[in-house]
């Protein structure tokens, strides 16, 4: 059950959109939609922004937007504002031999 | 409004017992389709979920801490626990109780940072 892969940094002008990769296999991300991402910034508890793959909860900005194809899922941030700077999580339902929950490794996201 | 607090030792000694609960309040834990989580990230470092459990008492593990965590629930107190057996200095994080749905982590906790140290 190794973490789902995300790039560990990400940057971008305010403004500007950028996309963080969340990699999975066919047992997590390629199998189901339960695919969410959280924002966190230092101190906090992580903020849920984007579930079963794409829906936005209520309050969260459609700034923020997701999507997957095949193992890979993305978060997309656009109009980049400096509020937007944080770590980003990824996570996904997971089955081998039962069913938990796996996160991936986190993407500081820096707006330069 | 629905809010979690995690409460327990701050400190565990290493090989021991590290027992959290966390106390539901503004809703029912026994709420149809509600998942009960613990989340932890060690220090400068990323998120891990731990277990599930329902209100019917059906629990979910990360496999490879299926062996040494119990997660259980007592809905006459609208509450849940968490055991971690055996720990060392890898399981010292902040520890978060989390509601579920459909395996996405809606309402969290504040966090309670638990340090296993002799």
């Known amino acids: 059950q190794s973490a789902l892969t995300q790039p560990p940094s990400a940057s971008g002008s305010p403004g500007q959109s950028v996309t963080i990769s969340c990699t999975g296999t066919?047992?997590?991300?390629?199998?189901?939609?339960?695919v969410s991402w959280y924002q966190q910034h230092p101190g906090k508890a992580p903020k849920l922004m984007i579930y079963?793959?794409?829906k936005r909860p209520s309050g969260i900005p459609d700034r923020f937007s997701g999507s997957k194809s095949g193992n890979t899922a993305s978060l997309t941030v656009s109009g980049l504002q400096a509020e937007d700077e944080a770590d980003y999580y990824c996570?996904?339902?997971?089955?081998?031999?039962?069913?938990?929950?796996?996160f991936g490794g986190g993407t500081k996201l820096t707006v330069l | 409004q629905l809010q979690l607090q995690e409460s327990g030792p701050g400190l565990v000694k290493p090989s021991e017992t590290l027992s959290l609960t966390c106390t539901v309040s503004?809703?029912?834990?026994?709420?149809?389709?509600?998942?009960w989580a613990w989340v932890r990230q060690p220090p400068g470092k990323g998120l891990e979920w731990i277990a599930s459990?329902?209100?019917?008492?059906?629990?979910y593990y990360k496999p490879s801490l299926k062996s040494r965590v119990t997660i259980s629930i007592d809905t006459s107190k609208n509450q849940y626990s968490l055991k971690v057996r055996s720990v060392t200095a890898a399981d010292t994080a902040v520890y978060y109780c989390?509601?579920?749905?459909?395996?996405?982590?809606?309402?969290w906790g504040q966090g309670t940072l638990v340090t296993v140290s002799s």
């Open positions: 066919g047992s997590d991300v390629g199998g189901y939609i339960y």
């Open positions: 989390t509601r579920e749905e459909a395996s996405t982590s809606f309402d």
């Open positions: 459990v329902y209100y019917s008492g059906t629990t």
């Open positions: 996570s996904s339902h997971a089955v081998t031999n039962s069913a938990y929950v796996i």
């Open positions: 079963d793959v794409s």
């Open positions: 503004g809703g029912s834990i026994s709420s149809v389709g509600s998942h």
